[in-house]
């Protein structure tokens, strides 16, 4: 069957969402609470970064970066999750699945390789400071960030397409709060080791690669700031590095722990417990890390946040 057939009249029906109306109220407004502190905090950090020129370098170029890849990446699954809380019938047709998955793959996959970017912008800042405002330009920061992004974007076309062209089983039921891949991939009619295998090679370039060249780049920043005397420099180096540690364990963890696994090990609560961390959890948590642990974003959010409501004698 072909796809202009099918995406005619198939719908997938998710089948996670409560059917309790009070749970469905308390879910679209715990979600909405949730998803406008994202939006809040992504902005603030973009807004930040463009009006505070001390600001303006290539670490923080790839954070205002990352912070609309997350702006972007929330806003293709959470809009539909809070429609669907409300409305009685939960589906979505087929096209529209596939491009809900396009994009949350691909900004998704974006989002790791930006990681991976400002991996190596810390690794020179260290173990070349010299040479730094040579090879971080503002060409090169441009250029990593459109390869990021294009670089997601078609990674995830290629896969969403490979999966797509299978023909589907006559359940339509996803056992998921939007169409992520290995729930859809279980309504597959085919060979499972096909499309797992397919899943697998994607997600070994979009995690499993930029991964270890982030822990290529950090060996090599802690053999040189093992070489600093004071231990104040020490700390200094280690600072600058912290908040993308965490963020990188957080987001890689949970994303090597959807796709870089077997589909035998597939849980559906489980699995939807780990989406919504990295769906809405991790880009919350990412402006508090990047924040509240780096004083000059501290001081330019504060001087934001107040310079409305600072007496003009004052």
Known sequence: MTWENRSLWMEFVFLSYPSNRELCVLAFLGVTLVYIFVITGNCLIVVAIWTESRLHTPMYYFLGCLSVVEICYTAVVVP???INILQSEKTIGLLACATQMIFFIGFGSADCFLLAAMAYDR??????????????????????????????????????AFIFSFPFCRARGIQHFFCDVPPVMRLVCTNS???????LVAATLAIAVPFFFIAASYSFIVNAVLKINSASGRHR???????HLMVVLLQYGCCAFMYLRPNSNYNPKQDQFISLVYTLGTPLLNPLIYTLRNNEMKGTLGKILTRNYIPQNS
């Not at 090879?135 to 078609?154: D, K, N, P, Q, W």
């Not at 080791?193 to 899943?199: A, K, L, R």
């Not at 180096?237 to 908040?243: D, E, L, Q």
């Open 80 to 82: 539909h999750i809070l």
């Open 123 to 160: 690794y020179v800042a260290i173990c070349h400071p010299l040479q730094y405002p040579l090879i971080m330009t503002l060409t090169l920061c441009v250029r990593l960030v459109v390869a990021s992004v294009v670089g997601g974007l078609f990674l995830s076309l290629q896969l969403v």
């Open 193 to 199: 080791h096909i499309h797992e295998n397919s899943v």
């Open 237 to 243: 180096a280690f600072s600058t590095c912290s908040s």
